[in-house]
């Protein structure tokens, strides 16, 4: 069963930074494209970056370009998402999630399997 776990969401001042985590099992990472997406409260689920471990591709979303980092540890199938310079619009509950494509799209609807998500919370 595939099962995707977050954490290390907070509450951090504006210029701060944040590491998420994403635990997967039930797969491999090399089989699936693993994303990151984010909701702010009366927003839609937007993608903010996504990785191909077995393509050694990644995607990110404009706004969080030379800011958040993407990246792996498959020994323990483990996506992280490294935040920094962290802005107050940054605030959301982050998601990460699974596509057994590995389209390395930030397209939610392509993604079968997501987490609980983790609160992150920036203030000014």
């Known amino acids: 069963e595939v099962h995707l776990v977050e954490s290390g969401g907070g509450l951090v001042q504006a210029g701060g930074s944040l590491r998420l985590s994403c635990v997967a099992s039930?797969?491999?990472?090399?089989?699936?494209?693993i994303g990151w997406f984010r909701q702010a409260p009366g927003k839609g689920r937007e993608g903010v970056s996504c990785i191909s471990t077995s393509a050694g591709s990644t995607t990110y979303e404009d706004s969080v370009k030379g800011r958040f980092t993407i990246s792996s540890d498959n020994a323990k199938n483990t996506v992280y998402l490294q935040m920094n310079n962290l802005k107050p619009e940054d605030t959301a509950v982050y998601y990460c999630?699974?596509?057994?494509?590995?389209?390395?799209?930030?397209?939610?609807?392509?993604?079968?399997?997501w987490g609980q998500g983790t609160q992150v919370t920036i203030s000014s």
């Open positions: 999630a699974a596509d057994s494509s590995a389209l390395l799209t930030l397209w939610h609807r392509a993604y079968e399997y």
């Open positions: 039930g797969f491999t990472l090399d089989d699936y494209g």
